[in-house]
Each structure stands twice: as structure tokens, then as C-alpha cells.
């Protein structure tokens, strides 16, 4: 017998109450199901999250890219409009996302010396590991009722999905690393650095 999943949905909400003290997935309802979390009764606050991405690469591809001189054109430009575009896309590209008036995005970039540095790595590196990178950084703000984690996640990760395509011809083995948020604040939660 297949479970009925649209029962209940006065339950879903005080399921996602129970879940969020109990420090339970807040998506996902007593019977399992999937939902969209109900915000509506969440303060407005100012919000903003950053995050990040590390594209590992050859030194002389990231010195290429850093300079402006890949064949395709100034990568760093394209995958900037590329992170900025891909922030305010979000909901559409991750179901239970709910879509936010987005009021800045920033994406930077830095070129890091090595593989270790650019991930955090702290073990021996393995065959393979690319000598140079760039980090990849987004920054979400909003004024809202629930945060932009996943904004600035999308934003660092289409931003070096961007620069990889950019240099697949000159560096196959090319690779995206360490996405991860660094840092939040707003909401009931407050500040939060990655340590």
C-alpha cells in the first residue's frame, strides 16, 4: 500500500517546528515526504552568506586565465556575470529553494600558489592534484525572511563551472574543489564563520 503524502499538511507544519528544535531535516516531513519549508511567519532581517569554490589547475592555465589570455576571451569577466546570474536563478535550479529578493551579489577571484592552500588540504597530495588554483568567492545579501546559503553556493559553483569550461581545451585534468559556505549572518541563527 502506497503511503498517503498529502494527508495531514496542518501536521507538516508542526512537524517542521518539531524537527527544527530536535535539530531533525526541516524538508522533510513526519512521513518522509519532501516539502517547502513555510517562512511566513519568520522575521525580516538583513541576511547575507559567502561561499566558495576552488578551480585547481596547471600554474600556466591559471596565469593564462588571471591575465586575460585564454583564446576564449577574459574568463574572470564571463564567469563573474555567470556567478551573478546563477544567484538569482537559484530556486530554479534547487527545488526547495524559495525565491528571494537578491539586493547584492559579489563574486571575486584570488589565485592561490597550490592545491593545499587553495582546498585546505592538509594531507600528502595525491598524484594528480593540480599545482595552482583560483578561489572562487560569492557574497549574497538580502533583506528577507530566510538565508542565501544556497545563493552564494550557486553563485561560487557556476562561477568555476564557468572558468572550467573556459579551459577545458587547455587543461582536461582540470578540477572544482572545496564549495562550501564561509560565513552567514541574519536571521534567528545570527553570525557564523566557517572556522
Known amino acids: 500500500m502506497t503511503p498517503d503524502r498529502t494527508a495531514a499538511p496542518d501536521r507538516a507544519i508542526d512537524s517542521h517546528d518539531d524537527a527544527r528544535r530536535d535539530g531533525g531535516l526541516t524538508h522533510v516531513r513526519a ?21 566558495e569554490a576552488v578551480l585547481l589547475s596547471r600554474p600556466e592555465v591559471v596565469a593564462r586565465i588571471l591575465d586575460g589570455e585564454l583564446p576564449k576571451g577574459d574568463a574572470l569577466a564571463v564567469a563573474r556575470v555567470a556567478g551573478i546570474m546563477a544567484a538569482k536563478r537559484t530556486p530554479d535550479l534547487v527545488p526547495l529553494c524559495h525565491p528571494l529578493p537578491i539586493s ?31 578561489r572562487i568567492t560569492a557574497t549574497v545579501r538580502t533583506t528577507g525572511v530566510t538565508g542565501v546559503e544556497m545563493e552564494a553556493l550557486t553563485a561560487a559553483s557556476v562561477a568555476a563551472l564557468t572558468l572550467y569550461d573556459m579551459i577545458k581545451a587547455l587543461d582536461r585534468a582540470a578540477e572544482i574543489s572545496a564549495v562550501r559556505v564561509v560565513s552567514k549572518s541574519g536571521g534567528a541563527s545570527g553570525e557564523w564563520t566557517r572556522p
Do not use: C, L, N, Y
Request: a negative charge.
Open 31 to 51: 512521513d518522509g515526504s519532501a516539502h517547502m519549508v513555510d517562512v511566513s511567519d519568520k522575521a525580516v532581517t538583513r541576511r547575507q552568506a559567502t561561499a
Open 104 to 134: 547584492g551579489v559579489t563574486v571575486d577571484f584570488i589565485g592561490v600558489p597550490g592545491a593545499e592552500e587553495a582546498t585546505g588540504r592538509h594531507a600528502a597530495p595525491e598524484p594528480g592534484d593540480r599545482a595552482a588554483g583560483i
